[in-house]
């Protein structure tokens, strides 16, 4: 069975900094394409980064310039660096792994961010 699991999250000030790691196991890593989602309270699940298996990233407008996206497919990781965080940015964060028809998820993290 897939895994992903999502840690690194936690509570930080406005400013601060975090860093979120997602290990995969049982998959192909390097052919997926990672991606980081996350969730506010009553908000839809939004895409934040993705990252191809050629390296390729996209960003949500939101992020760009404060967050990087990076994998490592030696440790079939992806990893998500947050800085200048801000209070919007608090929200449970998912990871993803796309290839083809599959989809797999993680369970989340949670990331607060006070003002």
């Known amino acids: 069975q897939v895994q992903l699991v999502e840690s690194g999250g936690g509570l930080v000030q406005a400013g601060g900094s975090l860093r979120l790691s997602c290990a995969a196991s049982r998959i192909i890593f390097s052919i997926h394409t990672m991606g980081w989602y996350r969730q506010a309270p009553g908000k839809q699940r939004e895409l934040v980064a993705a990252i191809t298996s050629g390296g390729s990233t996209n960003y949500a407008d939101s992020v760009k310039g404060r967050f990087t996206i990076s994998r490592d497919n030696a440790k079939n990781t992806v990893y998500l660096q947050m800085t200048s965080l801000k209070p919007e940015d608090t929200a449970v964060y998912y990871c993803?792994?796309?290839?083809?028809?599959?989809?797999?998820w993680g369970q989340g993290t949670q990331v607060t961010v006070s003002s």
């Open positions: 993803d792994a796309r290839w083809s028809r599959a989809d797999y």
